[in-house]
């Protein structure tokens, strides 16, 4: 008997299951977990999972190296190459070497007689289940090239997009690092020279100066132990963002922060629609693609609506009514929804809705480019300004009371 590490559906909830099985063969696995009312979605003996791990396998694959792979086998498989050759010929070009590794196990799975969804299902850390499920739907309809194509056009609509609001979050980190860089300098250097130089004035300095001279000396004094205190409430903050707390928590300030929170909820709505369009598209059911699309959202507050939602879907509810009136889904997603609904092609409107929502967030993302910038350079200002102004307070106070004269 051998040990098998499984992921499956729950036939009657889809609820995702992972954990292991004793059986004498992969196949015998599968026989199993069916007759226990749950659907394999990879099934990899122990022994190979943790050789995988242990030779970097299991690392992540950058998304545009998953993309070009994509369409590369969409073109070769639909000039009419077989699927083992097109594999071939795609892992050739391949530079990546996580991706390398993965691919040749596809390919030596495909030559053993499986389904290409079932050899890209083993390599969750790959392929998720949004593309498994696609793959599989264009093995049943006869269209892998079309469907491989929908998967690769909706990689690179996900990535463009991720890399928009990285691109919108570089240049506020990059001030602020500068601003700190700057802030840190004049707390270190200048305003210990001058409380030296006020010492001998016996004078009590005003309380602005004195605060930042105490933050100073502590800086000066026990830097080591600053670092430390950052480094420690670094890791121990990651730690804690990656309880079910600390998503929530996250995840809620992704939706209500300032500038930021219309982006986020923008990005969230273009990816269900984008999502679901392309599912529906393929003609995966429409509960199934809901729980699927769930799963990758990227939002806990989001996902709670579409659990919710699929629950009265089931019950015989239309899933624009499952949406009205919930704050976590703006409100045009339902009102296409439900004209897609009673005209029969929800996955067109829900195309239309993605077009308009990554439209939506290449504006705000310029309308964050330039408003964000003046208000840098305000934050900029005060802070600086307030270390400079404890720089001079006690010089015009010194200035005042005629201690100038004694320093001659």
Excluded: C
């Excluded at 099934?43 to 070009?68: E, F, M, N, Q, T």
């Excluded at 200002?381 to 102004?389: D, E, K, L, P």
């Amino acid at each position: 008997m051998l040990t098998y590490v499984y992921t499956a559906h729950k036939t009657e909830t889809g609820a995702l299951v992972k954990a292991e099985v004793q059986a004498e063969s992969e196949g015998s696995a599968a026989k199993l977990l069916i007759s226990q009312g749950l659907f394999p979605i990879t099934i990899v003996s122990k022994d190979k999972s943790g050789l995988l791990a242990k030779s970097g396998l299991g690392k992540r694959v950058p998304s545009k190296a998953r993309i070009i792979f994509t369409r590369q086998l969409s073109t070769l498989i639909n000039a009419g190459l077989p699927l083992t050759q097109s594999l071939r010929t795609v892992q050739d070009q391949i530079s990546n070497k996580n991706l390398l590794g993965v691919v040749a196990e596809v390919v030596s799975s495909v030559e053993s007689g499986k389904s290409l969804s079932q050899a890209f299902a083993q390599h969750p850390e790959v392929f998720n289940n949004i593309y498994v499920s696609l793959v599989s739907a264009g093995e049943a309809s006869g269209s892998l090239d079309k469907a491989l194509e929908r998967i690769a056009n909706q990689q690179e609509k996900d990535a463009a997009i991720a890399g928009k609001i990285r691109g919108a979050l570089v240049y506020p980190v990059i001030v602020l690092g500068v601003i700190l860089a700057v802030l840190i300098f004049m707390l270190t250097t200048v305003l210990p020279q001058v409380g030296s130089l006020y010492k001998d004035l016996h004078k009590e300095l005003p309380i602005l100066t004195r605060t930042l001279l105490a933050v100073s000396n502590f800086i000066v004094n026990f830097w080591w132990l600053t670092l430390i205190v950052v480094i420690g409430l670094f890791f121990a903050a990651r730690s804690w963002l990656k309880t079910d707390a600390g998503k929530s928590v996250l995840d809620n300030f992704k939706l209500n922060v300032p500038l930021f929170g219309k982006i986020f909820r923008k990005v969230y709505m273009a990816r269900f629609a984008r999502t679901l369009g392309t599912m529906l598209n393929s003609g995966i059911p429409m509960l199934e693609a809901l729980r699927i699309v769930k799963e990758s959202i990227g939002n806990v507050h989001v996902e709670r609506t579409l659990e919710k939602s699929i629950s009265a879907v089931k019950g015989g509810k239309a899933l624009s009514s499952t949406l009205e009136g919930e704050g976590t889904f703006l409100r045009l997603v339902p009102q296409m929804i439900k004209i897609g609904e009673q005209s029969g092609a929800i996955d067109g409107m829900l195309d239309r809705v993605a077009v308009y929502y990554e439209g939506e967030v290449d504006e705000e993302v310029r309308n964050i480019s330039a408003t964000i910038e003046p208000l840098l350079m305000v934050v900029m200002g005060v802070m600086v300004g307030g270390v400079i102004a404890a720089i001079l307070m006690p010089v015009y106070s010194l200035v005042g009371s005629g201690s100038i004269d004694k320093l001659k």
